[in-house]
């Protein structure tokens, strides 16, 4: 069976690393012959079968008139089409895509950002996406409460093959549990470090964390918030207002190096994930993984993904936040607990099942074409 993989859109984040992993297992299935087409990003990919297209990608008008009237023609020799970007659509050629952000779905979460051009593209993906999963042979998704909710856009889409693949998880960030002390050891010098990773955006809530950490260091705890990740341009100002004069304890370090992220969850003492908008929210795993006690969001699917092993809070409200935060604080037993537990959760999430599983699929969806072709 000839496939192709459209990574014509998967320029970096979680869609390349996804598709970097699981082509290291491509040689496990040597009945299939895996092609990779897209432009310069995909060159570290370690696949013999790639298709990298420079001049077409050199601006956004050659890159849409590319994908738009010439890239399909490449494609009328392979029998299967995997589109992990979720965007590919065609008629005549048999295709399996994948559902990765829920922000073009889920209307509430839409609506936290103001309008813009951003909101706009939000509001067009959901019709493109929607349009492409109905015509769609299969698709993958990548936690049981996006296939539900997102099936529940459109009758049709339940009658579709489908399946629910988790993302794998890096072996740099697994760390074994480290022994949780009393808040009372902590001193000034060497506080309680917790620690959020992610971009700063309207579903992440990282203002209403560094309020509830604010009103318990008034309460003569010793404890620091370290942000790390990306800033939407537009929360600049909300985020410097919120850190303002309290920089001796909340520390904002922006986009970091992948080592150093790695050193982050080693050095921190719990980990707060406080999104309310994720499909498979890998942040949480590579906290589970580093062996952190976990206060988390309780908007879906996190509880689907950390289970019974996390506190669980409202992003949205700082008294929840506030009141979580204090609950683990001042209970190390219950951080040991939590921190074991998860651990043992995220050694379920492995790249190398990830490719098993998706490959299965693919084949499956594949040879159930030839069937109804004969």
Known sequence: MKIAIDATNLKAGGG???????????????????????????????????HIFEKEFRSIFSQEYFKWFKFKKHLKDFDLVFAPGGSFYSKKIPYITMCRNMLVFEEEERNRFPISFTWLRYHVLERLQLRSFKNAKGIIYISSYAKQYVENKDPILKEKESGIIYHGISDDFIFPPKIQKPIESYTSEIPFRILYVSIVNYYKHQWNVIEAVKKIREQGLNISLELIGPMNPSLKNKLEDAIKGNEDFIFYKGPVEYKEIACAYKDADLFVFASTCEN???????AMSAGLPILCSSYGPMPEILKDAGVYIDPTDIVSIRTGLEKMLR???????????????????????????????????????FKFNN
């Open 280 to 286: 498979m929210p890998n942040i949480l795993v590579e």
């Open 331 to 369: 209970n190390p037993d219950l951080r040991t607990t939590l921190s074991e537990k998860s651990y043992q959760y995220s050694l379920d999430f492995s790249w190398e099942e990830t490719a098993q599983h998706t490959f299965e699929f693919l084949k499956r969806c594949g040879e159930k074409r």
């Open 16 to 50: 390349l690393t996804h598709l970097k992993q699981i082509s290291r297992y491509f040689s496990r299935f040597p009945e299939l012959e895996i092609h990779i087409f897209g432009g310069p990003w995909i060159e570290g990919i370690d696949v013999p079968n790639k």
